[in-house]
């Protein structure tokens, strides 16, 4: 099969909309047929979990999604023993769940979690395919429809939030970024219900207020705010308290930097 060809398992029209900007899908599908790990590199609200939600109703398979956090162990994805209804019995985590039926295991943000999570990952993340639960004494070997996808945001890594070389080497992986202006338009566009030329005008805001970070912002305005500020706006808000709300303040709780942002915003809107 070629890598333009990706096989359908379900009507497009009734999948997560997503709109490709490259060969990801292609690329996506055939890691899946391949079973290889895959490693989405992006920043925030670029559309990295979008796409996965996509290519799991595509692929037509059970998807298994975990936000990583400080506190996530090994356990929370492995599974421990809890007590139910007097006895004491063993609960599979999310990520066993997905090797034991079958399925799509995505760990978002996975620099996020505690260093014991990378442990467990790596022999799933070889020729092994293998999930060893130590509490219950089980070795899973991980069916071919199991996929394993890990997601970051490198703009964020550090010296103490970052994957190791032998980590990362495991993966396939895929950069994202903020669409084309023409796309993200469109993407705005049909998320919202706001017209298209409308939403132009806040596709070509974000390019400015993108142009700012490392400047005074550590992150630049994502489409999912776009598509915010657009649905407000479509339900009657006025532009600039639609776009304080989703344009500003979740991007910087200084006064001065809000104000360097709304200066933006008027000189686009008036």
Known sequence: MSLSTVATHADESALPYYQSVGNECALFDQAFRQRLPVLLKGPTGCGKTRFVHHMAAKLGKPLYTVSCHDDLTAADLTGRYLLQGGETRWVDGPLTRAVREGGICYLDEVVEARKDVTVVLHPLTDDRRLLPLERTGELLEAPDDFMLVVSYN??????????????????????????????????????????????????????????????????????????????????????????????????????????????????TFG
């Open 154 to 267: 490198p703009g964020y890594q550090h010296i103490l939030k970052s994957l190791k070389p032998s980590t990362r080497q495991r993966f396939v992986a895929m950069s994202f970024d903020f669409p084309p202006p023409a796309v993200e338009r469109d993407i705005v566009a049909r998320e919202s219900g706001l017209a298209p030329d409308r939403c132009a005008a806040l596709v070509n805001l974000a390019a400015s207020l993108r142009a700012m970070k490392g400047q005074d912002l550590e992150e630049g305005v994502s489409t999912r705010l776009l598509v915010y500020c657009a649905t407000l706006i479509g339900a009657g808000m006025p532009i600039l308290e639609a776009a304080r709300a989703t344009l500003v303040e979740p991007l910087s709780d200084d006064a001065d930097v809000q104000e360097g942002l709304m200066e933006a915003i008027r000189a």
